[in-house]
């Protein structure tokens, strides 16, 4: 691994406090990776955008999926999500999430949280897209993700670990010889700490969330601009799969001009027997596929959007009057209330859907042990490449995903010499790496427009080279301005945010033009055939020190590992 020497441009720390264990995000994937880094032993300090129980875990609907019910098996849930990834999953990592599944959520549940049960006092399980069995356990019907975030907070503040919130990550910390040595920061406000700071650690974990700002419309919360994925480029990291974002078929449509964050309206509507319907009331999913609207993910976007083209429509309907109003009221009281709230009554009238931006299947590469290609730095949760995905996440693996490689990570932590009794090496001056230019505030607005217009749902090469132009004129703007007469953007949230964004859409357009073929949730107009001979494999970006890209397709579905063969544990 050669670093890219290239950073943020952002004032020098000002202060400064060392650990064992770095955590930079406070979702299941975070949380979990710092209860178990702490309770080895190790001196663990979590970092997060905004307050702890901020992000997109609390915002998770539908639940966790697991082989938790009678008669279902690890077997079944793998072959459902080898399915749903069309071709592209690593088996063994997917394996690894079945098997190791079911005991991750019954330690999450000792550690606090409340899960949905049953009259007979077991889990109450559903089914959601791509999955044959009911094997989804929620809580609060649709609040799944604020009770495994309440109970982790709970936890974490519980045991007194060190927190330092509201603070954006800027650049990784590097040693002489490469590895890993903590992380700058910004924290915002009023505090113990404010303003640039740095955390020195010998060990990083990256679990920022995902990237759904990069698009005008998404389920993602403002806080979701790729943070964890362009620190990772930047410190050299390599990332894969990121043209397969995950577009959530069924969020609420609020007109064609709507921006930010959109409410969702949870898969676990349809698998309590909601139908997707046209103006005209007409089932339209029914006979595409075997499981009709309960589909894998990417099938369902496809088939709105085709009914969308073919009537000329801006938005299809989500169908669940059938379920009453004291079904609505106790399964899904938060997608009911946010209906409501725009206008909508699902108890009375179809509920107008549209898909929108919702997950990044790919990310920063890990093996097995959440390990990059940069010696001490880990990455879970959404801003990972386990392999788990491949093409198109199967509904609820997520919360699973990182729960499960985030245990992982605190295991392999812990028996590492790197960190577990050494001392926190000494990272490099910052002001002898070169300054990335930063874009103005106003321009994350223009990238979401060319993402949404060039890189979404529906993609040909016509767009993404369009796309790709239009990227290419921001980011050479910024970089000529820099390069010119030294002046870049101030430096601040708004700035290191869009330069973020830039950073990772230039990226997945980069993949998405690579890949000539449809696959998963990458839907190429002009390649609408997939093609297992040529792309039945991963394309693979880093970033080179001159701030071009650099991209290789893997010669076939499995990764090559992460680390050299003599710093494998």
Not at 136 to 150: F, K, L, N, Q, V
Not at 267 to 289: I, K, W
Request: one cysteine or more; charged letters at 25%; a negative charge.
């Amino acid at each position: 691994m050669t670093s890219t020497g290239i950073r943020l441009h952002a004032p020098a720390p000002g202060w400064s406090i060392a650990a064992d264990v770095v955590v930079v995000g406070s979702g299941v994937a975070g949380l979990t990776a710092a209860l178990r880094c702490e309770a080895a032993g190790l001196t663990t300090v979590v970092v997060t955008k905004a307050r702890l129980d901020d992000g997109s875990t609390r915002w998770a609907q539908g639940g966790i999926a697991a082989a938790l019910g009678e008669g279902d098996t690890p077997e079944q849930h793998l072959d459902d999500t080898l399915v749903a990834g069309a071709g592209l999953c690593d088996e063994d990592a997917v394996r690894l999430l079945v098997t190791e599944g079911p005991d991750a959520v019954r330690r999450l549940i000792e550690t606090g949280a409340h899960f949905d049960e049953s009259t007979d006092g077991g889990l109450e399980l559903t089914r959601e897209g791509g999955h044959h069995r009911r094997r989804i356990a929620h809580a609060g019907g649709d609040a799944t993700g604020a009770e495994i975030s309440r109970a982790l907070v709970e936890a974490v503040r519980a045991r007194g670990l060190r927190t330092i919130e509201n603070a954006l990550v800027l650049d990784l910390l590097t040693d002489a010889d490469g590895r890993t040595a903590g992380v700058t920061l910004h924290v915002m406000g009023e505090g113990q700490h404010d303003g640039v700071g740095a955390v020195h650690a010998p060990a990083v974990v990256l679990a920022t969330g995902g990237m759904g700002q990069v698009y005008s419309a998404t389920t993602n919360p403002a806080v979701s601009t790729g943070d964890g994925v362009a620190l990772a480029l930047r410190a050299g990291a390599e990332v894969s799969d990121l043209e397969f974002v995950q577009f959530h078929p069924t969020v609420l449509f609020l007109g064609p001009d709507a921006e930010g964050q959109q409410p969702l309206v949870s898969e676990a509507v349809r698998g309590e027997g909601a139908h997707l319907v046209d103006a005209d009331g007409v089932r339209f999913m029914a006979g595409q596929h075997e499981l009709a609207e309960l589909a894998p993910r990417d099938i369902v976007a496809k088939g709105i959007m085709r009914r969308m083209r073919e009537r000329d429509a801006e938005h299809m309907y989500l169908d669940a009057r059938h379920f009453g109003a004291e079904m609505w009221k106790h399964r899904f009281p938060t997608i009911l209330a946010a209906c409501r709230a725009h206008g909508i009554d699902p108890v009375t009238e179809p509920v107008p859907v549209a898909p929108a931006a919702h997950y990044a299947s790919g990310g920063v590469r890990t093996d097995s042990h959440g390990r990059t290609t940069v010696p001490g730095l880990y990455a879970c949760g959404e801003v990972a490449c386990t392999g788990v995905h491949g093409a198109n996440r199967l509904a609820s693996n997520s919360l699973l995903e990182g729960l499960v490689y985030a245990e992982r990570i605190a295991a392999d932590i812990a028996l590492s010499e790197n960190t577990r009794h050494a001392p926190v090496p000494q990272p490099l001056p910052q002001s002898d790496r070169p300054a990335h230019p930063l874009l103005p505030p106003e321009a994350r607005f223009t990238i979401q427009r060319i993402m949404t217009r060039g890189a979404g749902v529906l993609r040909s090469e016509a767009s993404l080279a369009q796309a790709a132009d239009r990227l290419h004129q921001l980011h050479t703007d910024a970089r000529d301005a820099l390069d010119e007469n030294g002046k870049t953007a101030e430096p601040g949230v708004d700035t290191w945010e869009a330069t973020n964004l830039m950073c990772v859409a230039r990226v997945l357009v980069a993949a998405a033009r690579r890949r000539e073929e449809t696959r998963g949730c990458h839907w190429r107009e002009d390649r609408p055939e997939r093609d297992d001979t040529a792309w039945r494999r991963h394309i693979v970006v880093r970033l080179n020190p001159d701030r071009t890209l650099a991209a290789h397709t893997t010669d076939t579905t499995d990764f090559p590992p992460t680390l050299p063969q003599a710093q494998e544990q």
